[in-house]
């Protein structure tokens, strides 16, 4: 019997993987054993996703606990290599920050390239040095279980390192998992380096070829699981009569989704937004009569929005309040049901530089994206660049531009409908209720299970 480490860090990775066809998939594998690696401490956890070849074992969630040695050469990583390549998404944070901040960046980039290989040097370090001195618990589950393959989700999860460090040095093959479309360009290095990575794209696989030393025949394109969900619930999302009755929403209105964003991308001007599209609502500055549905992101502070409770014609939603009891199954259910019907019956969509906004053109619904002051840098990061270089959003850079973008995708939908087939095509890749699938295919036939 094989044996496989199935690194899942938290609780993402349980709605991306555990509650995805990749687990129904894998789970069908015959004889292999499956040992679940997770820092989720949780009975309902062990007692859903146990069997008698399948193990839950716990390991420490690692944000903010790596020891100073290995911050300091994480980060020597990470900015070596962004600052070597000159990332689009590092010039485009130093702005963030300031001209002085930007001007001491663009001449760091000039300087560092001759630095380039201490990359090496410090990976090697990593693997074979702080590995020894810091993994030795994590030793022991590769004692016991002698794996024959770890995979990953995510390679940018600190909490994976040590398991992937260990894999490295004792020679065990692993695969990873690229969670998100910035995450190749916008994280730095890759932290849990393993010896295949699997990509959501063509853009990332050439990113993690020429940023990450990675070889072409070890990177796969699959796409993503989380949009298997939007097909395969899409026969239970509700009608637009029940989802509005149930929201308490005006079905003689037009909806506007106005989807959230951590207040570090947000910031004051989220909240100005959403007050100057209520405020155009509510003095009829819009060419139709609408309504206006914030979705709280699940990693935004709710509290934020409070001053907005009461307003008429606007519905906060947060996602962070549905049923917990329900097992992780059903609550990552509910929860792609709820965002797909929001979407679906959207007549505009607004955000800040939100992956949301790929959520919108697989539903061909249109985008306007809010870029003011500092913002307006997010747009110009290696990932969002190529989906506003689509043309399936509109960029608003002033109030009065956002106001006039909505009023046009009232009128017609249908505008920018080309380049929302282009985010698909070219972000998601494909969009057939099969990536979960693809993704265990990938992971069955690795010749360590044969």
Known sequence: MKTIFLVIPRRISVRYILSSDFWNELKKVSDIRIIILTS???????KEFSASNIIVEHIPMRDGKENLFERLNRALRSYLGSICFDLETLNAKAKMNGKVIWLAYRCLVKMARPFLFLRGWLRW???YFFSLLFDKKYEKLFYFYKPDLVFVHSVQELTAVPITRIANRKKVPSIGVVLSWDNVTNKGEIYARCDQVVVWNEIEKRQVINYHDYQEKDVFVTGTPQFDFFVKYNSEIPSKNEFFEKL???????????????ERIGGDNEIKAITVIHEAIIN???TMPAQ???RIYTKDDPSRYQGLAKLSDLILYDPGKDNQSLSYAEVDKHFFIQLAAMIKYADA??????TTSIDAAIFNRPVINVAMDWQRYWYETSHYKHLVNTGGVKIANNFNELIMGINQYLENYLLDENGRKRIVSEICYKVDGQRGRELARIVSSHSALK
Do not use: E, Q
């Open 40 to 46: 989720i401490d949780d009975v309902k956890f062990v």
């Open 125 to 127: 370090l990593d693997v």
């Open 292 to 294: 206006l549905l914030v």
């Open 349 to 354: 969509v607004v955000n800040i530089a939100s």
């Open 248 to 262: 308490g929403l005006d079905k003689s209105k037009k909806l506007i989704l106005y989807t959230t964003v951590p």
């Open 284 to 286: 009829r500055n819009l």
